[in-house]
C-alpha cells in the first residue's frame, strides 16, 4: 500500500480542519522517531479547549485505529474527553475507549462515573448508548456494575434500551460466565417482552448464553411466532433458527405418515387457471390432507403451534434478505410435512441471482437438499445451467446439483449439458462434468453404456487431465460390467503410453490387472513395459505393478514370472517404505517357498477375489444431519457452538406449557381497542383469520395467541403515532393488568425476591412520572407541529373513537365481570342464535324460490345493518343474524327415487362458518322417506378443484324412517364456482352428490359507510368493472324490492346511504336513489361492490367492482336476472 | 457473532480493521491470503474458510475483499449478507465502494460500522437511520465545517431506530414531492449453437426514489400482477397486502431503494431481443481463425435496441485480431483476451456485421471450444415480460405528488455458446 497516497486521501478526506502545521499524519505510519513527537501533538490537540482541535485529534487517533496502528499511549489524554459535550468527539473517544479499555483497566475506570450518570439520563438515546459502552468495556472489575445496569435497563420503560439491554448480556456473559445464573433471569424477563424491538436481541442472547434452555421459550413460543414478521432482518434469522430447534423437541415428526401425504401433492388447475394463490393452496392441501387424515383414522394431528409456526415464517420467504430466506427454508426443511416443503425450492432459486457468495452458500444447501427432496427442485432445473462466466466453485457446486437432480426423464437433456461443458476451457470444471457423468451413469443404468461411449471418446482428448479423469470414471464403472468391455480395457492399455497423470495411469494398471483375464496378451506385455519405467514411476503407480505384477503372476506365472520377479526386486530397494513393505509382503504371498504358510494357498483368492462395483455417491449424503444454512453444514464439520439438531420426539410433549394464562378480560379489551386502531391504520396487514388460530381446539390459548398477535400488529401499525401516546396506552394497559394480577391473586413473581419487585415497583412508578411527563409533550408536538389541521382533526376524531370504543368495551365487561367464564356464555348464546335460525329454516324449508318478503323482515334487516356500523368490529355482532332467512333457496341434492327413500337438500344459510372463516356454510337436510332407518350419514371420498376445501357434518348416527335431520358442513370454494363433489354414504349404499354454488353465496356482507364505498370503488376501476344497462322489471321498482331481489342474489350488505351525515349536509332523498351494496368474498376477501343506480321509468343502471373479475361478471349476470324478472 | 473485519485490497494490504470485541491479530488473514494466492481469480476464493480456532467469511466487492472473522456457529449467509449490506452503504454514503473513498473516509466508515453491529451483532443496517446519526460527506458540508468546526456525525439522535417504521426518517420535508419508479427487467438466457433457447428467463427489479413530505403510504398496482411468478420485497411492503389483493402497499423510506424483486415464471415464454450469426473457426494450419459475427433484431416489441455490445474471452491462444466492424467499433486485449465490440444502436435494416481474421499463437495446439459471446444490451420503454403498473396511489398526505415510471429492458446473463 502506498502510504503517502493514502496519507493524501486521509488529509482530503477528514478535511475539517486539516492545517499543515502537525505535520505528517500519524496513521501513514513513517518514521518512527517523529512518531513520539507527533503523538505529543495529539496530546496537546486534546488538552485544548477547543472542540474543533479536539475533534481533528480524536479523528486522527480512530484513523490510527482503523489502520491497525497502535495509539494505546494516549489513553490518558483520551479518557479525559468522555465528558465532553461535543457529541461527535464524545463518539470517537467511546470508539476509543472499548478499543483500548481492555489494556488499560485501571484508567478506563476513570470514565465509568460517566457512564453511570448516563444510564440515567431522562433521554432514552443517552441511557441505551451508555449501557451500549459501558458493557462494551471488557474489565472485570465493573462486572458488578455491568450487572446492576443490565438489570435496570431490562425494565426500563423504553425498548430501545431494553434492546441495548438484551445486546449487553452476552457481553458480560463472555466477560465473566459466571454471572450466566443472573443473566438468564434477565433472559427470561425480557423473553416475555412484547415489543418487537427486543425479541430478535433478546433471542441472540438466548442463544449465546443458554441455549439449552429451551423450557424457557414456552411461554413465549406463540408471541415469538406472531411477532416474527415486525422484527429487523436479522433478528428474525436468529429467532428461526432457534424455533427450529424449539420445534423439533416439542413436536411430532410430521412426515411420519407417508402415505397420508401423497394425496396432497397433487395439484389441479384452480378454477382461475393460475396458480397465484399457491401458498394458499398449499395450506389447503395440507388442511386437505389432515380431513383426510381424520377421515381415515389416522392418528397423526399436527400440533396447532407447529402450523403456527409453519404459517407465520412462510410468508418471510419474500424477504429480500438471504439470510431470511435461507433461515425459511430450512426450517421447512426440517420441520414441514413433506408435501409443503416444495414452497422454499422457488425462494432458493431466486437467490442465485444474487452475489456470489451467496450463491456458494445456497447451492451448498441446495445440493443436501436436492438429494432427499429431488422432486422439489426439478422445476428448476434449468436455472442450475453453467455459464462459462460463473466461478468455477459455483459451476462445480451446480454440477453437483444437476447430478443429483438427474433421473432417467431428465437425463438425456443433462447429458447434452455436460457435453457442452466438457469443452470448457476451466479444466477443473471439465473434470468435474466427467466425474458427474459417471455419477449419473452408476444411478441411471439406461444410460450408462452412452455415458461410457462418451468417456471413451475422450480418452482420445488432447487434454491430459481430461483424460485421466476420463480413465478414472471408466474404471469405476467397468467395474460394474466388465466382460462386455474388453475392448475399452485394451484400448485403455494403449493409452500407457501417453498418460502421464499418475492417478490415470495407476487406474488403468489396476483394471489391466483386475479383468487380465478379458486381456490375456496385452497384459504381461503392458507389465513388461512397466517394469522398464518403474524406478521412475509415482508412489501409486508403483504399487499398482506390483499389484499387477503379482495378479498376473497368479495367472499366467508361464509368461510373467521373471518379470514378477524383478519388478518385487526393484521395489524392495525403493526409497518408500510403503512400497517396501508391499513388495516384501507380496513375494511372501504369491512365491510359495517351504516357509511360506497356508496364507499362500489361498493367495488366488485374495488378489482376485470379486469386488463389488463402488457406488458413487454425492459429497453432501447426509449432510442433513447438521441444520441446513449453519456454518457446520457448509464446513461439514462441528463448528464452535453448533447446537445439535435433535431428534423428533417419539411423543409430543404436554402441548399446554405454551399456554400462556392472562387476565382474560383485559387482554380482550386491549383486543377490541387495537383492532379498533388497527382499522385506522394497518400496517402489516393481519387478516382477522391469521389472529385466531383456526385449528386449535382450546379456546383459551386461542385468544391468548390472537389478542398476542394483535398486539405485535399494533406496535407495527399506527407508524406515524408517537411513541409517547402509545406507551401511555400500554402502561395503561399495564395498570389494568396489575390490578387484575391483584385480584386474581396471580402471584408470578412470588417467587422472586422482594427486592426486586420493589425495585420494579419503584421503576414503575418512575415510569408513571415520566408519562405524566410526556403526556404535555405531545400535545405541545401536537400544537407545534405545522401539519395541516386536518390530520390533527382527524386524530382528535380518533381519539374520541377510541374513547368511545373504550366506553363501549367497559359497557360490555359489567355484564361479563358478573359472570365470570365468559366464552363459553358467548359461544352458547351462538348456538342458539343458530338454533334459532335452523327453526325458521325449516319453517321456511319448502319455500322454493325466493318469494316477497315482508316489509318488516327487511326493515329489521337494514336496522340490522345499521346496528352493525355502530359496532366495533364485524366479528362481535355476527352478519348471520342479518341474512334474510326467509328467502334462502334450497337446492336438492340426492332426490327421493335415487337416494331409495333418502332425500337431501341444501341451502347457504349465509351464516359465518364458525371453525372456519373462509368456509362457506351449507346447511343440509335430510329426510328419510324409507321405512327403514338409515345409519350412519357421513361424507367420503371429497373430490375437489384443488384449493377448495371442506369441513364435514358430524356423522349422523341415526335417521330414523320418516325422520328428518339437519347438519351444517362448511365448504371452502376458493372463490369459485366449481363443484365439490363427494359421496354420501349411509351404512349400505354411498351416492355420488355435488354442491354448486351460485356466485352470490361466494361472498360474506361487510359494513361499509357510503364514503368508504366510494373509495373503494375508486380503487377498483377499470378492468375491475362491469357496467350494464338494464330495465326493471315492473314490481321492482320500489327500493325495497330492489334492495331485497339483489340481497338475495348475494349475500351482501347494504350501506346505508347519507350515513356520513357529519361531512354532508342532509340532502332530500333524491328522485332517483342510488343502492350500494356491499361484501367481500369468503376466501380472499376481495371486496364486491354492487351498485344499483336507477333512472327514470325503471331504467337503472348495475354497476359491480370486484376485484376478481370473473365473480364480478358472473355477478352482474344473475343481479340483472333477479332485476329484470 | 461477527468477531472483526478486515478490508483487503487487490494487492492483499490489510487497509482497515475493525473489532467489536477483543482485538484478533491481523495474522489470522495469512490463512486468508494462502487461499487467495490457490485460486487464480479473486472471484474463486471460497467466501468460508476454516482455520484452527476461526472462521473466515468474505466477499468480494469493488476489487476488495471483506474480511470477516467468526468464532462460533453462525449462519454464513447472515454474515455474507451483513458484509454486502455493510458495501451497500459504503455505496450510498460514497456513490462508491473502492479503497481510495474508504480511505478517504477512513473516521465516517469507522463510525458507520460501529453503529451498524453491537457486538457483532447487526445493530442499525437501515440507511435512512445511518444518515440521521452520520450525515454523508458533500462538498458543501466538508466546507461549511472546515468554516465553522461543525461535524459529520448528527447533532440530533436518532429517532428512526425507535419507530415502528425503522426505515423512513422522521420529518422529511421536500418541496417538490416526486416518486419515480424504474421497472428494470434483466433477461437471463443461454442460446445454444444453433440459436435454440436453451433456458431464459426473466428476472425484474423496481428500484423507487420516493421523495415525498412526511408518512405517504402508497398502493402500487400492476395491470397483471398474475405474471410476477416470484417475488421478494423491501421490508416496507406489507405481505398480507399482496397476498390478498396483489397490490404493493406501503411506507417508503427516504430517497432511493428497491422496493421489490421479481421472477416471471418459467412457463412463461421469453421473448429473445436478438439473434446471433455467428461462425468461429480456428485453422491448425497457419495458425490462424476466422470470425463472423451478425446481430438481428427478433422480438424487440418495435422498439429499438439500444447499447448492444458484444464480450468475447478469447482462449489465451488468440494473439491478435484483425477485424472489420460494419458498425460501432471493437477492442481486443492481449492480456486478459477479451474482445469486445460495441455496436450502439441495433439498425434494422442494416444488420451490424464483425469479421475478420484471428491471429494465434504457432505451435499450440488449437483451442477445442469456441468461445461463448456475452451480450449486453438495453430496450427503453419496455418490460420484456408485459408488465404495467396501472397506478399509484397515495394516502396519508394531502400534497399531490409527481409521479412517474420508466421501464427499461437490459441484458442479464445473456450468453450465446458457440
Known sequence: MSASSAFNDEKGGSSSVGEPEYGHDPASGGIFSSDYKRHDDLKEMLDSNKDSLKLEAMKRIVAMIARGKNASDLFPAVVKNVACKNIEVKKLVYVYLVRYAEEQQDLALLSISTFQRGLKDPNQLIRASALRVLSSIRVTIIVPIMMLAIKEAASDMSPYVRKTAAHAIPKLYSLDPEQKDQLIEVIEKLLADKTTLVAGSVVMAFEEVCPERIDLIHKNYRKLCNLLIDVEEWGQVVIINMLTRYARTQFLNPNINESLLEEGGSGDKTFYGSDEDEDEDEEEKEKKAEVAAMAKRKPYVMDPDHRLLLRNTKPLLQSRNAAVVMAVAQLYFHLAPKAEVGVIAKALVRLLRSHSEVQYVVLQNVATMSIKRRGMFEPYLKSFYIRSTDPTQIKVLKLEVLTNLANETNISTILREFQTYIKSMDKDFVAATIQAIGRCATNISEVRDTCLNGLVQLLSNRDELVVAESVVVIKKLLQMQPEKHSDIIKHMAKLTDNIQVPMARASILWLIGEYCEHVPKIAPDVLRKMAKSFTNEEDIVKLQIINLAAKLYLTNSKQTKLLTQYVLNLAKYDQNYDIRDRARFIRQLIVPTEKSGALSKYAKKLFLALKPAPVLESPFKDRDHFQLGSLSHLLNAKAGGYQELPDWPEAAPDPSVRNVEVPEWTKCSSREKRKEKKVEKPFYTDSEGESGPTESADSESDSATGSESSSGSEESGSGSESEESKEASESEEEEEEEEEEEKKKKKKDLKKPVQESESEQSSEEEERKHQRKSKPRKSESESESDEDEESESESSQSESEDSESEAEVKKKKKPAESKPPPKPVKKESKKEKKEMSLLDLDDFEPAPSPQVTPVNTFLSNSLVTDLEGLSLSDSVLSPATIAPSSTLKSYELLHRITGEGLSVEYCFSRQPFSPDANMVAVQMQFTNNASSDTKNLHIEDVKLQSGMRVKEFPEIELLPAGETATAVMGIDFCDSTQAANFQLCTHTRKFFVSIQPPVGELMRPVFLTENEFKKEQGQLMGMNEITEKLTLDVKCRNEHTIVQRVTTAANLSRVPCGSDKECSPPLPPPDHPVHRFAGRTVTSGSLVLVTVATKEEGAAQLTVNCEKMVIGTMLVKDILQALTQ | ?418
Open chain 2, 1 to 418: 457473532m461477527i468477531h472483526s473485519l478486515f478490508l483487503i485490497n487487490h494487492l492483499g494490504d490489510i487497509f482497515l480493521e475493525k473489532h467489536w470485541k477483543s482485538v484478533i491479530s491481523r495474522s489470522v488473514c495469512d490463512y486468508f491470503f494462502e487461499a487467495r494466492e490457490k485460486a487464480v481469480d479473486p472471484e474463486n476464493v471460497p467466501p468460508v474458510l476454516q482455520t484452527p480456532h476461526h472462521y473466515l467469511i468474505s466477499i468480494y466487492r469493488g476489487k476488495l475483499f471483506f474480511l470477516s472473522v467468526i468464532q462460533t456457529e453462525v449462519p454464513p449467509l447472515f454474515v455474507i449478507e451483513f458484509l454486502h449490506r455493510v458495501a451497500d452503504t459504503f455505496q450510498d454514503y460514497f456513490g462508491e465502494c473502492s479503497e481510495s473513498v474508504i480511505s478517504d473516509n477512513l473516521v465516517i466508515v469507522y463510525e458507520l460500522l460501529e453503529e451498524m453491529l453491537d457486538n457483532g451483532f447487526p445493530l442499525a443496517t437501515e440507511s435512512n437511520v445511518l444518515k440521521e446519526m452520520i450525515r454523508p460527506p458533500n462538498i458543501l458540508r466538508s466546507v461549511v465545517n472546515t468554516l465553522t468546526g461543525g461535524s459529520n456525525v448528527g447533532e440530533t439522535l436518532p429517532q428512526g431506530q425507535l419507530s415502528n417504521i425503522p426505515w423512513r426518517r422522521a420529518g422529511v420535508k421536500y418541496a417538490n414531492n416526486e416518486a419515480y419508479f424504474d421497472v428494470t427487467e434483466e433477461i437471463d438466457a443461454i442460446v445454444d449453437k444453433s440459436g435454440t433457447t436453451v433456458s431464459a428467463e426473466i428476472q425484474g427489479v423496481i428500484e423507487a426514489c420516493v421523495k415525498l413530505s412526511g408518512m405517504p403510504d402508497l398502493t402500487m398496482s400492476f395491470m397483471n400482477p398474475r405474471l410476477l411468478d416470484d417475488v421478494s420485497f423491501h421490508p416496507c411492503v406489507r405481505f398480507r397486502r399482496w397476498e390478498s389483493e396483489r397490490v404493493l402497499s406501503f411506507i417508503p423510506p427516504d430517497g432511493n431503494f428497491t422496493l421489490m424483486t421479481y421472477h416471471i415464471s418459467s412457463q412463461n415464454l421469453v421473448a429473445i431481443p436478438v439473434y446471433v450469426k455467428q461462425s468461429i473457426n480456428f485453422f491448425e494450419a497457419g495458425s490462424c481463425g476466422r470470425l463472423d459475427i451478425t446481430i438481428g433484431p427478433k422480438q424487440t416489441m418495435g422498439k429499438t435496441v439500444e447499447d448492444l455490445k458484444v464480450t468475447i474471452h478469447m482462449p489465451k491462444a488468440v494473439l491478435n485480431a484483425n477485424l472489420t466492424a460494419t458498425q460501432g467499433n471493437y477492442t481486443y486485449d492481449c492480456t486478459t483476451k477479451m474482445l469486445v465490440w460495441d455496436i450502439g444502436k441495433l439498425n434494422p435494416q442494416k444488420l451490424p456485421n464483425l469479421r475478420g481474421s484471428l491471429s494465434m499463437q504457432t505451435g499450440v495446439p488449437n483451442p477445442e471450444e469456441n468461445p461463448s459471446l456475452n451480450i449486453d444490451l438495453k430496450i427503453q420503454q419496455l418490460a420484456i415480460s408485459g408488465l404495467k403498473v396501472s397506478r399509484l396511489d397515495m394516502y396519508g398526505e394531502k400534497y399531490k405528488p409527481f409521479k412517474g415510471v420508466k421501464y427499461v429492458t437490459k441484458a442479464g446473463k445473456f450468453q450465446v455458446r458457440t
